[in-house]
């Protein structure tokens, strides 16, 4: 059924793009094969109902207007003034620009969209280079399964309903207008109107159960002129406005360091390593307790004294916690990511990539071999696509009218030559998400020093947009990717790509998250990485032997080394498919029980086990190459979730928790 569904709606394109006139139902039902299957009036009009939508929904601009001069009966065709991809040039800047927008989606929600717009190009003879700058890498993360729903609900003006978990752990159903979707600091935001509120709100992807529901009823979604999406969202965050007085031991508690107001250095000696005083701004007293307590004894906070006493009711509700019954080896206990989006049914994918291979083949000397590669599919597929493009042709379907395809070409070498096919030379013109995604996408590169020249960012935008038509604009004005970097932060990236550039070795020092210890390192630059709204520099480590990726936020110096980078040649990039993290199979597993406070953890790492408990509780499974990571964790979640599995750690926990107390003693 899907095979002879696509060859019909394939002729009926074709027939709609070659008639010079409006055609009415009745006549298109006469003239192309398979509406003669329908056994009534009625039938007929709903399997072309069906097909209108579906070609629509595709991007195909089916077109409406008068029909026969002798009724007053509609018709239908396809403009090919609305229908053709308008030319595109680009320099050959503009090219590479182009070809890392679309990078930066290739393992996430719009990476089909990316591709095919790049194909779509491609066929219309616009030299994008999908390999350009291969040692930058911009990557969009979109693991949040609401993502699709709310960025099509954007799209289409339309709102959407859903279940929200807010911070505290509540559940509620939200109805919302949605302006527009943004990435700040690696996470994805809606803003929009609540309508149960009454008032603007923002909500968190990541925080939004089950399924989504775009509501088709009533009227769309009218966005306020004087509403910036990014300025919303930037709203919710709250600024410092306390300080503490936080005691340090020497080399230590780094985190804290950086984000000090001001450090004064106590008296140390190489026996006796002393105390600093730090100031540390914060907003909230939970977070800062949390921030404090997973240092244990080495770090006490002198002032002010709720925030003191917070931190010594912290520590004391993990020290004298009595142990809990060991959670039971459960190696089939995990995480499954949440399914995607469905995809569209198989018949209109089918459609799409054959209005795409045709103009392809018409321009390329293209092969079943790289089709296959760029669609997923078997190798048998794309011929089996090929063999129902030689069904399909223009009215009167003799063999003049039909699409000549060499299947034996095709089956013996791989070689695809199509003939005949003038009405689909033209590739279609962009969707507005295979146009947004890439527009987007440009945008990310100028967050990322050295990508891509400014000029050619805004010219290859432009151009972009005015392929894509009216829509695009308002689109990707209601998505924002930027990423804030510090003044700090950008000066870094700015010297690590003037490195990667001229071939250099750089020499780091860099505070290792996991340890909280600062190393020094000497790395051979293999590329630069935006990922989860962080930048990277990814090389090769000549302490550790291996290829590893430094977060800019956390490198305290870098200098270029008048010393050429020798990358060996088995060090091979990351697949950044599932995200920096990578597992090995040395990793601790360790099982925590999380209550309502501390579910959060479910989101900020990735779990290989997660399971509901009551209570609105959860037990997650981490895997980490650093146990004493996991340990700073238990200590930060304080009363809100501890250590179940290894039991050892959770003796650790507590014991590390009562010597941090002793920096509160007699209180």
Aim: hydrophobic share 45%.
């Amino acid at each position: 059924m899907s095979q002879r569904k696509t060859e019909r709606q394939l002729n009926l394109v074709i027939c709609l793009l070659a008639t010079r006139r409006f055609l009415t139902a009745q006549e298109i039902r006469a003239i192309v094969p398979g509406y003669a299957e329908a056994e009534s009036d009625a039938a007929f009009k709903r399997m072309f109902e069906r097909d209108k939508k579906e070609l629509r929904d595709s991007g195909i601009p089916v077109e409406t207007g008068g029909g026969d001069v002798w009724s007053d009966e509609e018709g239908y065709r396809i403009s090919r003034a609305d229908y053709d991809l308008p030319p595109i040039e680009l320099r050959p800047d503009e090219a590479a620009v182009l070809g890392l927008a679309a990078r930066a989606w290739r393992h996430a929600a719009l990476g089909e969209a990316a591709a095919n717009a790049l194909l779509k190009l491609r066929a219309a003879g616009v030299p994008v280079d999908g390999a350009a700058a291969p040692d930058i890498t911009p990557v969009l993360g979109t693991d949040e399964p609401a993502f699709l729903p709310i960025w099509q609900a954007v799209r289409d003006h339309r709102p959407v309903a859903f279940d929200y978990r807010k911070p505290d752990q509540s559940l509620s159903r939200r109805e919302v207008e949605p302006w527009g979707v943004v990435n700040l600091r690696g996470r994805w935001y809606v803003a929009g109107f609540d309508r149960g509120r009454g008032e603007r709100r923002v909500f968190r992807l990541g925080r939004i159960v089950g399924d989504v529901r775009v509501l088709t009823s009533g009227p769309p979604v009218r966005v306020p002129e004087d509403v910036d999406v990014r300025s919303v969202v930037r709203g919710q965050r709250a600024e410092p406005e306390q300080i503490a007085a936080v005691r340090v031991r020497a080399d230590s508690a780094h985190v804290l360091r950086r984000g000090a107001r001001r450090i004064v250095p106590g008296a140390h000696s190489v026996t006796a390593p002393g105390w600093d005083l730090v100031e540390y701004p914060y907003a909230d007293l939970s977070e800062l307790v949390g921030e404090v307590a997973q240092f244990g004894d080495r770090v006490v906070v002198e002032s002010p004294p709720e925030a003191r006493a917070a931190v010594r009711d912290h520590l004391r509700a993990v020290a004298e916690r009595a142990p809990g019954a060991e959670a039971p080896d459960e190696p089939e206990a995990r995480h499954t990511p949440a399914p995607a989006a469905r995809r569209a049914a198989a018949s209109a994918e089918q459609l799409r990539r054959l209005l795409m291979l045709v103009p392809y083949a018409l321009s390329h000397d293209v092969r079943v071999s790289e089709v296959a590669e760029h669609f997923g599919l078997s190798e048998r597929q794309v011929l089996k696509d090929l063999g129902l493009l030689w069904m399909c042709g223009l009215p009167g379907y003799t063999p003049g009218d039909l699409i000549e395809v060499d299947l034996d070409a095709a089956e013996s070498t791989g070689e695809i030559i199509i003939g005949n096919a003038e009405t689909l030379a033209t590739p279609l013109r962009l969707t507005a998400d295979e146009a947004a995604s890439l527009i987007v996408g440009v945008d990310l590169l100028a967050e990322i020093a050295g990508a891509a020249h400014s000029d050619a960012l805004k010219s290859v935008g432009e151009k972009l947009r005015a392929a894509a038509g009216v829509g695009v604009d308002r689109l990707t004005a209601a998505v924002d990717v930027r990423i804030e970097l510090s003044d700090e932060v950008r000066a870094l990236q700015r010297r690590a790509e003037e490195a990667l550039r001229g071939g250099h070795r750089v020499h780091l020092r860099y505070l290792a998250g996991y340890d909280d210890e600062v190393t020094e390192r000497d790395v051979d630059p293999m590329r630069l990485v935006v990922l989860d709204g962080q930048p990277f520099l990814e090389g090769w480590c000549r302490l550790r032997g291996a290829v590893r990726m430094f977060r800019l936020d956390r490198v305290l110096d870098l200098t270029v080394l008048p010393v050429a980078a020798e990358v060996p040649a088995h060090a091979d990039p990351r697949d950044l498919r599932a995200g920096v993290l990578q597992f090995s199979a040395d990793d601790a597993f360790v099982t925590l029980e999380l209550g309502p406070g501390a579910r959060w953890v479910a989101e900020e790492y990735v779990c290989s086990g997660l399971r509901e408990l009551p209570g609105n509780r959860l037990r997650a499974t981490l895997r980490t190459p650093a146990p004493a990571w996991a340990r700073r964790l238990a200590l930060r979640l304080g009363p809100h979730g501890r250590v179940v599995a290894p039991r050892d750690l959770a003796e650790g926990v507590r014991a590390e928790a009562a010597r941090a107390l002793s920096g509160y003693a007699g209180e």
